[in-house]
């Protein structure tokens, strides 16, 4: 939103979308971009201050934790999420830009953009990890939320250093941290996908007898959880 909005406000390609209507839908839309009400609704909605409040609304609506879930798991919200991102971000750009035949506060305009920047950047991290955790809960069949509990019981963290573990600063064993999604191999004899890392959490010395790192005998369930929180650390 903060590319595509901005660029499509400057190129206004409305007129040009317009003509490549078919006719009769061509003079519907005019006539309703011209009518009374909506060019008063537009007026009112696309100053300034009132776009960027629009704009602050739909982003944090949506990442109330219930919708934000919501809008992972169901297609049609995920679409309606990012389309009133698009639409808002669209009105407020059409706000600040600089447009001939209209008087521009430049200080206003970088007041509005500062402050949409500074509540708006928070969201963009926060996304990035809620997407990624529900990625690795999907991919590996467990719930990352689960899984630091897990670690803690069966003694992961006396071998193993784990971001965001208490107390999980071994040495014994590899580094479990972003970069284990982009390893080739796990433990160096199997190739580094969601099963076989679960297999390994449950069973590395059937899998390597040579190895230092005990066959867990924890529950599939729980080792598919464990790996969905490393495989979330990227």
Not at 93 to 109: N, V
Not at 179 to 185: H, Y
């Amino acid at each position: 939103m903060a590319v595509a909005a901005p660029l499509l406000v400057a190129a206004c390609p409305g007129a040009v979308l317009i003509w490549a209507l078919p006719a009769a839908l061509r003079r519907g839309t005019g006539r309703l971009t011209h009518g009374r009400i909506l060019q008063a609704i537009w007026t009112v909605a696309s100053r300034p201050l009132n776009a960027t409040v629009i704009h602050g609304i739909a982003i944090w609506i949506w990442h109330v934790p219930v919708l934000f879930e919501a809008a992972l798991q169901q297609g049609v919200l995920h679409y309606a999420q990012h389309a009133s991102f698009l639409g808002t971000a669209l009105l407020f750009w059409w706000g600040i830009l600089p447009r001939s035949g209209r008087q521009q506060a430049y200080g206003s305009a970088v007041m509005h953009l500062f402050f949409t920047s500074l509540h708006t950047g928070p969201t963009l991290w926060s996304d990035r990890r809620d997407r990624g955790r529900h990625e690795s809960d999907m991919a590996t069949g467990g719930l990352e939320a689960r899984a630091i509990p897990i670690m803690i019981a069966n003694g992961c963290s006396g071998c193993h250093t784990i971001p965001g573990v208490p107390g999980a600063q071994g040495q014994v064993g590899p580094r479990l941290d972003s970069s284990l999604a982009d390893r080739v191999f796990i433990a160096g004899v199997l190739a580094n996908n969601p099963e076989n890392l679960i297999r390994w959490i449950r069973a590395a010395r059937e899998i390597n007898p040579h190895t230092a790192m005990p066959s867990t005998g924890i529950t599939e369930q729980q080792a598919r959880d464990i790996a969905a929180y490393l495989y979330a650390l990227k």
